[in-house]
């Protein structure tokens, strides 16, 4: 699956989760694993003592950027931060290629968001650093995904499943959601997998998308409701649905009330299963969205993608850095303060 | 006084003056005294090492910000920013309860700033760290009540005198003025106090406050006059009054030239009074607030509360992390670099 | 040339080139040379563990400020960031003053970007710590005319010569260009330098400049083509020219096709000259400025000058705060991550 994309390693950009192979995956979850008492605060790093991340965000989205630098600054790294559509000098006709090249020689490594499909890797051709592709627009955005996995990974080993084999329900805006289509890519490195989709009239599944899924030996049963996608599910991944994206009869047509809920789930006699979602959801009262009654289900596991993507930003940095996991552990210990909560 | 609110200690948010007693508010200052040679430039710490504070401003106020980043990077931690009206997930439909506890997920403690009465108690509802509220519009911003009090009990120290006894000028704008509000609670902790206040028609300080104080067994007594309030007092609180809080006619009435100056104190017979403002004073010509004709005078305390802010930051970030004093003198050390200015 | 201005030292403000002679600028140009192996990032360094940048653009200047952050980052300090037109307490009325002296409270060194000429050195007056020009509108940038000369004598003497008798050709707006004054004035400490100057009409450098460089003994001969000026000089500095600085027909008759390209170099036969810019530079199909197609020219030193600004901005740091380069090496290390990436 990597013919164009090299394999992610020491030195590498990440720009697409084609970079990986089931092997360097499972090495790669390894990475995340082992950094995780640091991740879980219970231990302090100082392996990127000295490092330098450039955090470059064209486009505002300020979870990924904290989670992206909480990870850096965890490892012991420093962290230079911009925000904003622009910079100043590219505002007075610098070029992406002079920018990359001026900003790479500040940093060891950097981070780009852009609204623009392409441009990270345009970005990335003069950059004398590893980059790290934070999302381009309608392109990838392979951290996401890669804490997806890893997160259902996680979840599946803890009630003694495995990825192979699961039978995974996705469901909302299968259209225009990147993190689906890249979640169902990366997926598609496991073996004998079932999708079964539901989406409203007109944001259906890209058929590459699709045939992409099968031609790697995997089942895609398309649903017409979102009970049906659900029933028998190990986990469900749902994502929010823009309704600027339909017109107005196919949005009323298509999202009376909550596109997944409680009720949803028990008429699917499937309580137990995996929640999944890339977040924000809109829980705005008129949002067709992931409903927040579900918050307590055994299975919930959003609050669990969002703190295993430290876990899984470490690993990246490690990874493009080339440190091992025994430099990570001989620079970490103890630490005299608590972050826990008293109730 | 904490009937409703937890003591602040390790593992607790602070929201409210309210979490303070006075045998607790002593301790939290005897820390605060005792970080003085890292706020002071003398020594470096590290005791925080590997600690995140997450720093989330909704609401713009970049000195309160930057002493709270600075306060928490001198002890060795490391900070991740966030300012603007709303987080781009919150614009998109997002509750404050998720994206609290995503947030919290990547930090250790949070200091958020909003807008709106009674949010950030909202944030620290969904948080798995320690909260700090630095301002929830017209709230609490018990940082400042803090940093106030700490600077008027070692200016009066300086004197020979004690915050029990004293006599309190509290002049400007009393009734939307948060800081006097707060002010005012905290120090009644204290016993025997004398309050004079002063302000123009229509900002009078609220009934329930005046009584708080009273119920204390303090005394308050309203003044027609700045000469009159500042009289015998050890020490004025003067506060920046927005002229758009007033009619028009109310004021050309009430504030014609400073509402405190050199003559004033002159006046009143009392140019070694403690001048404390909680910053910042509008310097513009027809502003009606501190003049900086008293700048020179031994008593200026203005620029001492923002220094002891650092001290008090420090102090907060201990004691919500649970890291003790002998902790931080073991991580304390000299230094290579000075930061004194030639003259 | 530093009558007005004390000499750039421990405790000092630098506001301008004028505070250097010939003696201290090798005495700083050794300093840069000497942390040479942790900007290019060899070394891990921690000399500056605890001390605290304030980074103050009051204008944006992404890249100046991303460049004085990383060298400050990388000798071991922090920093705290305030990018945006005004302080959200300028815009109730508060001094520069007071905004200056309570920043500085929180640090132990500013640098500050600001619009309007002068305000920096405003700023400066009333800090408790050293203040560092980033660039007073029409007034001085005095770490871009320090890493410019630094860029040109590493060039020249990489080809076996000096600053001292070489012939340097400026082009491109002379007049409102502030780079190119500073630089002037700088390199007028060395000897029997050679300027030959081409600008668009309306764009001229003014008198005062050319005067101040032939009062020092160097020869300055304008031009009326970019060949011309181009001619057997041992470097060419390009600035951008706005178009909106001039009048339509002069930008027509002036400004057809690039300010400086591979051709130009060519009929000047000059392709070995050292090319220098203080970029960004205007890559828009319409600019009139330097061309990428000199890109792979052996003399494009474009780039070495936005790396070598990493040395130039932590010699000013570590001279300010009066740290040695003994103190540097003492706390030099060897790191476990590569920054290198793989082709």
């Known amino acids: 699956m990597s013919e164009d994309h090299p394999l992610f390693e020491q030195g590498r950009h990440l ?9 360097n995956l499972r090495a790669f979850f390894d990475l995340a694993d082992a950094v995780d008492p640091i991740a ?28 992206f630098e909480s990870a850096f600054l965890r490892l012991g790294g420093e962290v230079t931060t911009t925000t904003g559509f622009t910079f100043s000098s590219m505002a007075k006709g610098e070029s992406i290629a002079d920018t990359s090249r001026v900003v790479s020689g500040y940093s060891d490594v950097l981070v780009v968001r852009h609204p623009d499909k392409g441009s990270v890797a345009e970005f990335a ?62 997926m598609s490195l496991y073996k004998d997998l079932t999708f079964t989709v539901f989406s409203p009239v007109s944001l259906e599944l890209p058929t590459e998308i699709e045939q ?17 996608a659900v029933t028998g599910a190990d986990a469900v991944y749902a994502t929010r649905v823009q309704r600027e994206r339909m017109t107005e009869e196919l949005a009323q047509a298509n999202t009376q009330g909550d596109l ?18 890339p977040l924000p959801r809109d829980s705005r009262p008129d949002s067709y969205d992931l409903s927040s009654d579900v918050d307590d289900l055994p299975g919930l596991a959003i609050f669990h993608q969002t703190d295993n993507g430290l876990n899984v930003r470490m690993a990246i940095f490690l990874t493009a850095l080339g440190v091992s996991i025994e430099a990570v552990n001989l ?8 972050a826990t909560l008293r109730s």
Chains 1, 2, 3 share one sequence.
């Open 15 to 23: 720009l697409s989760v084609s970079q990986f192979t089931r092997e």
């Open 40 to 67: 879980k605060r219970q231990a302090v790093c100082t392996v990127l003592d000295g490092a330098m991340l450039g955090s470059l965000f064209f486009e505002p989205s300020t979870r990924t950027r904290l989670s």
């Open 125 to 186: 051709e003069a950059s004398t650093v590893p980059v790290i592709n934070a999302g381009d627009g309608a392109g990838e955005h392979p951290s996401q995904a890669l804490l997806d996995v890893y997160t259902l990974d996680k979840e599946l080993t803890d009630r003694g499943k495995t990825i192979d084999g699961c039978h995974m329900a996705i469901i909302g805006d299968l259209k225009f959601g990147r993190t689906v289509h890249s979640l169902m890519k990366l």
């Open 212 to 228: 992409y899924a099968v031609r790697h030996g995997h089942r895609v049963h398309v649903t017409g409701t979102v009970v049906e």
């Open 260 to 277: 997944l809920n409680w009720s949803i789930l028990a008429e699917a006699n499937n309580l137990e299963a995996i929640i999944m979602h």
């Open 331 to 338: 620079t970490t210990k103890q630490r005299p303060w608590k």
